[in-house]
């Protein structure tokens, strides 16, 4: 039995020189949470202090993406700024409301509102 690489894509997007957008599509777990959390950082390392991650198509993520967000959380806040999510799929949602996370996190249902929320 062979199974089906995870579906992970990402694209960032600068809006301005403080804003980026990182948009994700399909599933961050162990296997695709190194490269979620490399490509976070360099857009934080990069001096972006407003970063909405738009998990729209996001699927399924587990607790070692939690983690890279918490992580990107943490850093984004020690430089002064903030980060917001996108997210309207129930599953994943769900995640944030078990783990209590969903007080952690800014969570937004629209892209527009979290760039809204980002530049404050």
């Known amino acids: 039995m062979s199974y089906l690489p995870p579906t992970f894509?990402?694209?960032v997007e600068e809006v301005d020189e403080q804003t980026a957008v990182v948009s994700v599509r399909g599933e961050i777990h162990l296997a695709t949470a190194p490269e979620f959390s490399e490509r976070l950082n360099d857009v934080i390392?990069?001096?972006?202090?407003?970063v909405v991650v738009d998990l729209t198509e996001v699927g399924f993520i587990d607790s070692t993406?939690?983690?890279v967000l918490l992580n990107a959380l943490r850093r984004i806040t020690?430089?002064?700024?903030?980060l917001t999510l996108v997210c309207t799929n129930p599953t994943v949602l769900r995640l944030f409301e078990v783990t209590k996370m969903d007080t952690t996190f800014t969570i937004v249902d629209s892209r527009d509102e979290a760039l809204a929320r980002a530049r404050g």
Request: no cysteine; proline share 0%; net charge neutral.
């Open 78 to 82: 020690r430089a002064g700024g903030s």
């Open 65 to 67: 993406g939690l983690s």
């Open 45 to 50: 390392a990069e001096g972006r202090t407003a």
């Open 9 to 11: 894509e990402l694209s």
